[in-house]
């Protein structure tokens, strides 16, 4: 049981190329999250999924687009990197409690993306 | 809005030392309190949780009450160690299914021997 991995673990871009981040779940959880971790800032919410084949917007969703077409796989995608987007980025999932609330979200190890 | 405030820091102690760190909430409705650690060059892990007033959360010698009356959830822990050097984040997440966590900004702790 691997929990939470993300792809790739580091990463350089140039400004204006693209690439997708790849967060994996191995516990058949509904609800995934994509984060960002900027210094000072916490994590911010960019989007999120609750179902295979659904995803919702953030908090700072401008310049990501995201994918769920498998349960087990969240995608971030970045059209066209940007020196702002320089950032570590989280994946978490989590399910359904049986109270209609959530479970806990369990933190993927992150990914630090350079744009330069 | 729905917000979290923790402390600023860096909080630097000495192992044994006292640790308080301080979070306070706004939210609308009643939500779950977390605090979550990152370790060096690690993900966030879940330290402990409350799920309603007056609960307390408590794990590898770490606690935190759930305080309605004062909105607060202070992360405490009687005799620290070097090995708890981390970020620690307070976060808040509405009761309601697919909602994310809203964090704090975490406070750095560093403990030496």
Redesign the interface.
Same mark, same amino acid.
């Not at chain 1, 000072?40 to 919410?45: A, D, S, V, W």
């Not at chain 2, 009761?95 to 966590?101: R, V």
């Not at chain 2, 964090?103 to 975490?106: I, Q």
């Given at each position: 049981n691997a929990g939470?991995t993300q792809t790739p673990k580091f990463r350089v871009l140039k400004t204006g190329q693209s690439m997708t981040l790849l967060c994996a779940q191995d516990m058949n959880h509904e609800?995934m999250?994509w984060?960002r971790q900027d210094p000072?800032?916490?994590?911010?919410?960019i989007h999120?999924s609750?179902g295979e084949g659904t995803t919702a917007k953030?908090e700072v969703p401008d310049g990501y687009n995201v994918s769920r077409l498998k349960k087990q796989n969240f995608l971030l995608g970045l059209e066209s990197a940007a020196p702002s987007q320089t950032s570590v980025y989280?994946c978490?999932s989590s399910y359904?409690s049986t109270s209609?609330?959530?479970e806990?979200?369990?933190?993927?190890?992150?990914t630090r993306l350079l744009v330069l | 809005g729905n917000s979290?405030t923790q402390m600023e820091g860096p909080v630097t102690l000495s192992e044994e030392a006292f640790l308080t760190i301080n979070c306070t909430y706004t939210a609308t409705g009643y939500p779950?309190l !977390?605090w979550?650690v990152q370790y060096p060059g690690? =993900?966030?892990? #879940?330290l402990l949780?409350a799920?309603k007033a007056d609960d307390k959360g408590s794990n590898k010698g770490f606690e935190a009450t759930y305080r309605k009356e004062t909105t607060s959830f202070h992360l405490e822990k009687g005799s620290v160690q070097v090995s708890d050097s981390a970020v620690y !984040?307070c976060a808040l997440?509405l009761?309601?299914? =697919?909602?994310? #966590?809203i964090?704090?900004?975490?406070t750095t702790l560093s403990v030496s021997s």
């Open positions: 939470v609800y999250y984060y000072g800032m916490g994590l911010r919410l999120y609750v953030g989280f978490a359904p209609g609330g959530e806990t979200q369990y933190f993927g190890p992150g | 979290v779950s !977390f979550y690690e =993900g966030l892990q #879940l949780k799920t !984040f997440r009761n309601q299914a =697919g909602t994310a #966590l964090f704090g900004k975490g």
